[in-house]
C-alpha cells in the first residue's frame, strides 16, 4: 500500500484546512521519487498525481491555486479559480473564498501560510531569499487586509525551509541585507573566509513580525539535511544532479 502523504500542520493555522508536506505519499520515480508536485523535470501524469493527492490530505475536493512562480514579492488575489496553463505570475495568493487551497511550490526557500480566522481570510506565500528581501510577506499581509483581514489577527506559519547550518552565501549576499538593515546581522553567522551563514526562517519570520502580524511561528524543518523528507534545490545543485523536485504548502477554507 502507498504510504500517505506527511502534511505538517501547526496548531496556530487550526482554524484552515492546510499541511506542510514533502516527500512522502508520491508516485514520482528515480531521482525525483515521492510526492513531486512540479512539472518541471518529470511526467506530467505523475505531478498531476501527486498534486491531487496533496490536495485530498489537505482539503479534498478543493480546487488547487498556485502562481507561475517568479521570486518576487507580487501577491495574487483569488477570487475564481483558474485553469493551470493559465495561472499568473507571482509568488503569493490570498482568499476569502471557500472550496479553494492555495499553494506554493518549495525546494528551500520558506513557504509561508497565514490565516485571520476572525476574517475569514488566508494566504500563502513562497518566500525565497528574493521574495523575502523585497517583501512578499509584507504584501501578502496588505493584500489579506484588502480583503478584511487585521494583520494583529493574522497567525504566520513558516514551513520547511533550508536551515542556516546548510546556508552558505557569499560577502556580497550578506553586504546586499546588511544595506538593508544592520540590525539584519543577526541573522548571519561567520563561516570561512569571504563567506556566511544565513538563517532565511528567522530573517522571514522577523519581517513578520515587523509587519505587526499578531502570531508568529517556525517549524524549524532544513529542508536540506533531511532527504528522505524533503526536495531541495541546493542538495541537488551540490551533487550536481540533472533536476529536482519540489515540495507543496497548502492552506484552503472550507466550503460553508
Known amino acids: 500500500m502507498m504510504d500517505a502523504p506527511e502534511a505538517l500542520r501547526h496548531p496556530a493555522l487550526a482554524g484552515a484546512a492546510h499541511g506542510f508536506l514533502g516527500r512522502k505519499g508520491g508516485v514520482s520515480k528515480g531521482l525525483l521519487a515521492g510526492l513531486n508536485v512540479s512539472y518541471a523535470d518529470d511526467d506530467p501524469a505523475l505531478t498531476s498525481e501527486n498534486r491531487a493527492r496533496a490536495v485530498a490530505a489537505v482539503l479534498p475536493g478543493a480546487a488547487l491555486q498556485t502562481c507561475y512562480q517568479i521570486h518576487s514579492a507580487d501577491v495574487v488575489t483569488v ?136 502570531q508568529i511561528a517556525m517549524l524549524g524543518e532544513d529542508t536540506y539535511a533531511q532527504e528522505a523528507r524533503f526536495y531541495s534545490f541546493r542538495r541537488a545543485t551540490h551533487r550536481a544532479e540533472p533536476g529536482y523536485g519540489r515540495q507543496i504548502a497548502l492552506i484552503g477554507l472550507a466550503a460553508r
Open 79 to 214: 477570487t475564481t479559480p483558474w485553469a493551470d496553463a493559465d495561472r499568473p505570475r507571482g509568488d503569493a495568493l490570498v482568499t476569502d473564498r471557500p472550496g479553494i487551497v492555495l499553494g506554493v511550490l518549495i525546494a528551500d526557500c520558506a513557504p509561508v501560510l497565514f490565516h485571520d480566522a476572525t476574517a475569514g481570510v488566508i494566504g500563502a506565500a513562497h518566500a525565497g531569499w528574493k521574495g523575502a528581501f523585497t517583501g512578499v510577506t509584507d504584501s501578502t499581509v496588505e493584500a489579506m487586509e484588502a480583503l478584511g483581514a487585521r494583520r494583529e489577527h493574522i497567525a504566520a506559519v513558516v514551513g520547511p525551509c533550508i536551515a542556516q547550518k546548510s546556508y552558505e552565501v557569499d560577502a556580497a549576499f550578506e553586504a546586499r541585507f546588511l544595506e538593508q538593515s544592520a540590525e539584519n546581522a543577526r541573522f548571519f553567522k561567520a563561516g570561512r573566509a569571504g563567506h556566511a551563514w544565513f538563517d532565511l526562517e528567522g530573517y522571514t519570520a522577523a519581517r513578520l513580525r515587523d509587519a505587526g502580524v499578531g
